[in-house]
């Protein structure tokens, strides 16, 4: 065999002289085995560096699911509360969860990575969190294959499988009501990168509270981020440097919102006297802050919960050779009021 090829349970079994089923048993250590039959197997094993397929044993003899989760997201906030809830939802159903960041190149996921990391492999099914879950070439390539897939916040109009998500316009719309409503009428918007749905759902919202109350959109008082600390503490320095600076600042997610927390203290301002800082999602950072920060609960955990359970669904059907059943979740959010937002000191 050329040393490059991956052994397998063949080779072994060809150079021990034994049957295939004889290595099997090795491998699941039964006792129906000679000790010198055993050693010799192992000796194969070494000599050819073999690596036995633990998913594909485990998958032999158990009913629970090997569900892949692909991801590309730079809130590390959100991915853990994600993974939280995925995990704790595997193991209470018995499945299991394996994680991967696909390759990317020039902005482009490397789908063939994609295809031989998962799809070549016992995975059999697989959770697609934003924002890979609108890129229409990924999805394509998933439809192709057949595997069993969910996505989680995809968007609307061009994808119709099995979906888990939150309301984003009208969260945000809600925060903005709320700090429109405590007095303030400069609301300084951190969206997120353009290639999350929510950032244009999150900024939908955020103009829907302005026309709701009659009330006009300052254009340059909406700034972009990345999601991730760093940007936010950057978008919020922009924002307060104006001439004119906000009152409140509406981050679209907490990491950005912990980092324009950072740059008003940077600024010698206090939160929320001198300028309100609101964000979204109610990652464990939020109360961890100081001030403890007023956010939107997105329900993250429960959305990783959903499409496990969505899955477990699709897989037994397909299984039982019975149509699937589309879902469509849309689960419900929940403004959470902490001590980093209060009604501006001066009319704005």
Known sequence: ??????????????????????????????SAVKETTRKRVQAAMRELNYRPNIMARNLAGRAGLFIGLIYRNPSYGYLSEFLLGALDTCRKLGHYLIVEEPLVDDNMVDLEQIEKRFLDTSIQALIVVPPLSDDPKLIDTLERTGISFVCVSPKL????????????????????????????????????????????????????????????????????GDFTYVSGMQAASKLLSRPKPPTAIFACNDDMAAGAIAAAHQAGLRVPQDVSIVGFDDTANASALWPPLTTVRQPIRDMA????????????????????????????????????AAAPTQID
């Open 157 to 224: 109009d061009a994808y119709t499988g099995p979906s888990v998500r939150m309301d984003d316009v009208a969260a945000a719309g809600e925060m903005t009501g709320y700090l429109l409503n405590l007095g303030h009428n400069q609301i300084g918007l951190i969206k997120g990168p353009p290639d999350h749905m929510s950032s244009e759902l999150r900024l939908a919202g955020y103009r829907n509270a302005y026309r709701e109350r009659d009330k006009v959109v300052e254009e340059d008082l909406i700034v972009s």
């Open 305 to 340: 919960s959903s499409a496990i359970e969505i899955l477990a669904r699709r897989v037994a059907q397909s299984k039982a050779k019975v149509p699937t059943r589309t879902e469509n979740l849309t689960l419900d959010h929940e403004l959470v009021i902490r001590q980093s």
């Open 1 to 30: 065999m050329n040393k490059k090829q991956t052994a397998t349970i063949k080779d072994v079994a060809e150079l021990a002289r034994v049957s295939q089923m004889t290595v099997s048993r090795v491998l699941n250590d039964q």
